[in-house]
């Protein structure tokens, strides 16, 4: 799932600036419109349509400071410490392994818990997605934190050895060309000098050549529950929707998700209709209700996963039994029928 972002970056300016139907004006927004108007400002809104935000919904924005994982230059990797393979399918894979012995990764661990790291200021809130906690702050729950995190072995066999690390980091291809690399799982908010330090303790980052160093940077979203229709209007001008991650989704798909939705609902208003909300059986229709259900005190930015759905009974209204895989194809099967169902409706409503 490697993506070449700059190409992607690229190839969708190209689209929209050529769209016929589309004019693109490249200048700051600083107050919210007041037509109808889709606001997907992504995770870095500007702090004056921040301040416009939280005056309009009449509270304080919401922001936690997500962090990036280093990215190192593929020539200066020691492949004959590393192996390929990825931890569900046989043989070589996109991901190469950085594998560690116990002792090994002691090591890394004393150095990780002990480094520097930068230091907020007094007023700023250090409120990490815990699906993207830096490595950092995952070691300090433990020492067997990362092996059983994003070091887990499992699934992994060093092809060297004939067995299973003591734990493993993995990098993925940042690049379709594979001559950068992603430290998967590593987000880190360590000075850069540490960085360094620390991480070239890792087998086969010996010589890493840092491309890009992990940092910290803030997220700004609103309290979609609090603020936000079921549709994604906000309740206070209901003539504008808000995308992205904005509204408090994580990831490219659901950041697009988002969008389309909003496109699609904005386009109905326009022409007289009413809104439409995917069914919650699907992944879109459980995503948009978990935006709009959850407690606002408990809000918290959220990927697309199978908690969300609704759960699976049997005739008699017990939980379905089954492994994961064989309830993950009934979610699969349900979720088809419902968007089938829900496009069939969409077209003559």
């Not at 230091?119 to 250090?126: D, G, I, K, T, Y």
């Amino acid at each position: 799932l490697a993506v070449d972002r700059t190409l992607f970056a690229h190839r969708a300016t190209e689209t929209v600036g050529a769209h016929p139907r589309i004019t693109l004006v490249r200048e700051e927004v600083t107050r919210l419109p007041e037509s109808l108007a889709v606001i997907a400002t992504g995770p870095l809104t500007s702090d004056a349509l921040a301040a416009e935000l939280a005056h309009v919904t009449g509270r304080k924005h919401l922001y936690f400071f997500d962090a990036l994982s280093p990215i190192v230059s593929a020539d200066s990797l020691n492949m004959q410490a590393i192996f390929e393979g990825s931890r569900r399918d046989e043989g070589e894979g996109p991901y190469l392994n950085c594998p560690l012995t116990e002792q090994q990764y002691d090591r890394f661990y004393e150095a990780l818990i002990s480094s520097e790291r930068v230091v907020l200021r007094p007023f700023e809130q250090a409120a990490y997605f815990e699906g993207c906690l830096p490595v950092e702050e995952i070691a300090r729950r433990g020492r067997l934190s990362l092996a059983y995190g994003p070091m887990r072995p499992v699934g992994l066999v060093d092809p060297r050895t004939g067995g299973r690390p003591f734990a493993v980091l993995q990098l993925r291809p940042e690049n379709r060309e594979r001559t950068m690399f992603n430290l998967v799982g590593f987000q880190t908010s360590l000075k850069f000098p540490e960085q360094e330090r620390v991480l070239r303790m890792i087998p086969g980052l010996e010589n890493a050549q840092f491309l890009r160093y992990g940092q910290i940077h803030r997220n700004t979203y609103v309290n979609a529950p609090a603020v936000l229709d079921q549709v994604l209007r906000l309740r206070a001008r209901p003539h504008l929707f808000c995308a992205g991650q904005l509204v408090g989704v994580e990831g490219y798909v659901e950041s697009c998700l988002t969008g389309l939705l909003c496109g699609i609902n904005a386009a109905r208003v326009l022409e007289g209709r009413e809104p439409v909300v995917p069914p919650a059986e699907t992944m879109c229709g459980a995503l948009l209700r978990y935006l709009r259900e959850t407690a606002p005190k408990d809000f918290q930015p959220m990927n697309a996963n199978y908690g969300l759905l609704p759960p699976l009974l049997a005739p008699d209204g017990s939980p379905l039994k089954g492994s994961k895989q064989e309830r993950r194809l009934v979610h699969r099967e349900r979720a088809l029928a419902a968007m089938e169902g829900f496009l069939s409706r969409l077209s003559t409503a």
